[in-house]
């Protein structure tokens, strides 16, 4: 069974910064894509950011300048690096992955920013 486990989220004052990670992990030949979506109260799960096996990203346009995403390919690892977060920015944050061609998705990390 493949599990994605996300850490990292918290609480933090806006203009400061937090670093969420997501390992994956069971059983798995290949990952393709890995990202990250975030959920506020009320509102649709969006992209916050995204890269591929090869190393190129995206990201959603709030969020560019100030996220940057990477990967570990030999850890099976993605990071989100956040900074000058925002109050905007409270969510709870998924990491998503796609292993072996399925999709698949954390159990969500709460990032909390206060003023």
């Known amino acids: 069974q493949v599990q994605l486990v996300e850490s990292g989220g918290g609480l933090v004052q806006a203009g400061g910064s937090l670093r969420l990670s997501c390992a994956a992990s069971g059983s798995i030949l290949s990952i393709d894509s890995m990202g990250w979506y975030r959920q506020a109260p009320g509102k649709q799960r969006e992209l916050v950011a995204r890269?591929?096996?090869?190393?190129?990203?995206n990201y959603a346009d709030s969020v560019k300048g100030r996220f940057t995403i990477s990967r570990d390919n030999a850890k099976n690892t993605v990071y989100l690096e956040m900074n000058s977060l925002k109050l905007e920015d409270t969510a709870v944050y998924y990491c998503h992955a796609v292993v072996d061609s399925r999709a698949r998705w954390g159990q969500g990390t709460q990032v909390t920013v206060s003023s």
């Open positions: 890269i591929t096996r090869g190393g190129s990203t």
